[in-house]
């Protein structure tokens, strides 16, 4: 389905941290964050979500698939994480369908969008999981 490249930077971070209300200082200080056992700024949990959306992997999915963006809802999403995402760290995401079903006698159908994601070592660090959710 789509690779992205996602750079994680320690400013993008601090800003996303205090965009979503998170207030724990090892997501905007250093020095909390390596008293902490990282080796930098730690990635809030829906980081990765929000990173790889801006990407662009999923509104191109929707446009190959010719899904007007008027017609979609956001489902669901759930992540399992495996290892730290930290500032300057480079995650690769790889973004593919799952599934796609519908309900409703076709009204709603269900795009399963599961992507994995890996550090510049090759190291999974998480899976994230999407509905999006297709009105007819």
Same mark, same amino acid.
């Given at each position: 389905m789509g690779t992205s490249v996602l750079p994680i930077e320690r400013g993008r971070l601090k800003f996303f941290a205090k965009a979503t209300g998170e207030t724990d200082p090892i997501y905007s200080d250093l020095e909390a964050a390596r008293a902490a056992g990282y080796g930098d700024i !730690?990635? !809030? !949990? %829906?980081? #990765?979500?929000? $990173? &790889?959306? +801006?990407?662009?992997? %999923?509104?191109? #999915?929707? /446009? +190959?698939m010719a899904i007007p963006l008027s017609s979609i809802l956001h489902g669901e999403q759930s992540f399992e994480y495996f290892a730290p995402v930290v500032a300057g760290d480079e995650i690769t995401a790889t973004s593919r369908i799952g599934d796609i079903?519908?309900?409703?006698?076709? $009204? #709603? /159908?269900?795009? +399963?969008? /599961? %992507?994995?994601?890996? &550090?510049?070592?090759? /190291? $999974?660090?998480?899976?994230?999981r999407s509905l999006i959710v297709v009105r007819s």
């Open positions: !730690p990635a !809030p !949990p %829906t980081f #990765l979500f929000a $990173a &790889n959306l +801006d990407s662009g992997v %999923t509104f191109r #999915l929707l /446009e +190959d079903y519908d309900k409703r006698g076709g $009204a #709603l /159908e269900f795009i +399963d969008l /599961e %992507t994995e994601a890996v &550090n510049q070592t090759g /190291e $999974a660090v998480a899976r994230l």
